[in-house]
């Protein structure tokens, strides 16, 4: 009897001075984050720390072609996740997620029904993988000073009296995409003539191009010496604030209409704290305030109250349907066209 007092109070001692498990202190508890570079205002994840008293442990990848295959090889090394539509169902089809739990989303009717539509009609049938984060299009950044005539068409970037002052994605699909619209094709053309058509359109494109990059075509084209770059809409804010002679020009042969949203991994460590990240942006104020600092369109329609109106009515940033009618998104085409996109690709560069 005495033993089982002094064990019972031996593990009460040992439960205040938290050292062992079973009685002791509990571990704190940690969210794998893994995200586009520069994609949050960092305060947001400061807040979400303090609280909820979850320790951010917080990567960044610069392409879905690199975060995929360490999804791939173990989908436990994040608990969560913003990939791009079509990696997202890549990422479906290929067992790598985890049903979305909307009643452990309080914030979900924030979302716009619009968006939800069409990510259910693309990819995402009934909403059940991605919880959409930001979205927008793929157009022309170009610097008024150094064009003076009008840009609506992707020909312009084939256009000899612009060499070395062309700045293109560096991403497949993206790279394509210019070529097949500007020819007229589907951006998920997967037809072997035209892929080989729109390849040697870029070859032939290729002594024009200054260089191929991601991010960096913002910071060349604010320091102002570059005419032309490939360009996602939500760059387009932050340039025109550092150098007001640029301009953003959706091209009239179409272009990709993306969304980047937030997926749970299949074999996530930490899923309720997982929920809870997600929740956290979706609050109204929480998204508005991460569209000011990101500037990336968010489908967060109850956060509209929390931004200014004249971004609002800007169609650069939030274009209005007939600007959108020749717009595709993106699909998963399948690891044969996948990997024929890629050895093309390989012939461009």
Request: hydrophobic letters at 40%; proline letters at 3%.
């Amino acid at each position: 009897m005495k033993k089982r007092i002094l064990a019972v109070v031996l593990c009460v001692l040992l439960a205040s001075l938290a050292v062992v498990p079973g009685c002791g202190k509990e571990e704190k508890k940690v969210l794998k984050v893994y995200n586009w570079g520069e994609y949050i205002d960092e305060d947001l994840i400061a807040e979400f720390e303090k609280e909820y008293g979850i320790d951010v442990i917080y990567d960044t990848f610069a392409t879905n072609e690199e975060m995929y295959p360490r999804i791939e090889a173990d989908s436990s090394l994040y608990d969560v996740i913003c990939p791009s539509e079509y990696m997202v169902e890549k990422m479906m089809k290929n067992g790598l997620l985890q049903e979305i739990d909307h009643t452990k989303l309080s914030n979900w009717k924030n979302i716009g029904e619009s968006y939800l539509k069409i990510l259910s009609d693309y990819i995402d049938p009934d909403n059940k993988y991605l919880v959409p984060y930001c979205w927008g299009t793929v157009g022309i950044l170009y610097n008024t000073k150094l064009v003076d005539e009008e840009v609506d068409s992707w020909g312009i970037l084939w256009d000899e009296k612009y060499a070395g002052s062309i700045l293109m994605q560096d991403s497949v699909r993206d790279a394509f995409m210019v070529a097949q619209k500007y020819l007229g094709y589907s951006l998920n053309d997967t037809d072997q003539t035209h892929l080989e058509e729109c390849a040697e359109l870029l070859r032939q494109q290729y002594p024009l191009v200054k260089s191929y990059v991601i991010d960096e075509v913002r910071d060349k084209m604010i320091a102002g010496n570059t005419a032309l770059g490939v360009i996602y809409s939500g760059e387009y804010l932050y340039c025109l604030e550092m150098n007001e002679d640029l301009a953003y020009a959706l091209p009239k042969e179409g272009s990709n209409v993306w969304y980047d949203g937030w997926v749970i991994t299949k074999n996530s460590k930490n899923v309720e704290e997982a929920y809870l990240w997600i929740d956290f942006l979706l609050r109204a104020e929480n998204a508005a305030k991460n569209f000011d600092y990101i500037t990336y369109p968010t489908p967060n329609v109850a956060a509209r109250e929390f931004i200014d109106e004249e971004i609002l009515n800007d169609q650069a940033v939030f274009p209005e349907d007939e600007q959108l009618k020749n717009c595709e998104m993106y699909i998963y085409l399948g690891q044969e066209a996948e990997n024929r996109y890629y050895e093309l690709w390989k012939t461009v560069k």
